[in-house]
């Protein structure tokens, strides 16, 4: 099932690479974010999360998120409980919850993570 997935990558990254106008690639020593759509009140990013990688426990207190597991295998921390996640699944992030996730497959995590909310700016991110 993931025998292709690195060169899906590299594809989708020269995709969005030559269509840098439209899509802000963002990367990060824990993987690389894309964002693929905003408007007013919501911001659409795809997340490639790199094997061991993990996003740092942090909480928005003016918008949520909404994450689905593409490809790959996640531990959701979310207020001290580890949820497992995988392909197909979603868990919603409400305002004011701590949340952290890390790639624990061998591969790389792909997913995308929706952000809806009056605020969406680094300021409404709170580090634990």
Known sequence: MYINFTKQNERCALDFYHNADRHQLQKYAWGTTIILSGGSGYVVKEYFIVPGGEIAPHC???STEHWTIL???AVLTLDNHK???TNGETQVI???E???MKNVS???MHGFMVQC????SIEDVYIK
């Not at 909310?117 to 969406?120: A, K, R």
């Open 98 to 100: 701590y949340h952290a």
């Open 106 to 108: 061998r591969y790389p």
């Open 83 to 85: 949820i497992y996640m």
């Open 117 to 120: 909310g009056s605020n969406l």
């Open 60 to 62: 928005h207190m003016e």
């Open 94 to 96: 409400r305002l004011g």
């Open 71 to 73: 490809e790959g295998a």
